[in-house]
């Protein structure tokens, strides 16, 4: 008999990757943070309309807050995992390979922008309140990616709101 736990456990039958587009590996991830990216943005920028902030400025925002945001989510993960990257140094600049981190993607991907905004003399904190609302759903939409290829995840449960992968390659 099956315990109730595992019976009732959410199952992840997904392969992490779904694809190759030429010599690039296609991920749920990957997918998702870039749809988080698309959403987010989109968002930010209605907001932009409804409360009057000039959306010209809040694409140009956008168009350095996405690039500062990758950057950013690279040079944390770099950080984070120095025992590696300090041995390799040529594999910092290797995007399809190791990691990104979201905190990382925030604090740069509010940090360009917001340098950018003080330097032009914008309302930076109208400009915040329009950015918060896409950066939450972007960051939402991303984590789907996340729990679809098993990362971030806790201890091994036998709770029935689990997770079980079946894919082999989970």
């Known amino acids: 008999m099956i315990p109730t736990a595992v019976r009732l456990a959410i199952d992840i039958p997904f ?3 779904f694809g190759k587009l030429g010599p690039f590996l296609l991920t749920w991830h990957g997918l ?12 930010s920028l209605r907001v932009a ?3 009057h902030f000039d959306v010209d400025n ?11 945001g990758i950057i950013g989510a690279r040079l944390l993960f770099v950080a984070e995992h120095w025992d590696f990257y300090g041995a390799n140094p040529a594999q910092i ?12 993607a925030v604090l740069g991907g509010v940090a360009g922008p ?13 400009g915040l309140d329009v950015a918060a609302p896409g950066l939450i759903l972007g960051m939402g939409i991303g984590r789907i990616g ?3 290829n098993g990362e971030h ?4 449960t036998d709770l029935p709101w689990g997770v079980i992968y079946t894919h082999p390659n989970s």
Do not use: M
Not at 115 to 122: E, I, V
Not at 153 to 156: G, M, P
């Open 15 to 17: 392969d992490p990757d």
């Open 114 to 126: 917001l340098a950018y905004a003080l330097w032009k003399g914008w309302d930076v904190a109208n």
């Open 146 to 148: 996340d729990l679809i």
């Open 49 to 51: 309309e409804r409360v």
């Open 93 to 104: 600049i290797q995007l399809t390979e190791g990691g990104i981190s979201i905190w990382g």
């Open 153 to 156: 995840l806790a201890r091994a």
């Open 58 to 68: 809040a694409y140009t925002l956008a168009l350095i807050g996405v690039p500062s």
């Open 32 to 43: 998702f943070t870039a749809l988080g990216i698309l959403g987010g943005v989109w968002l």
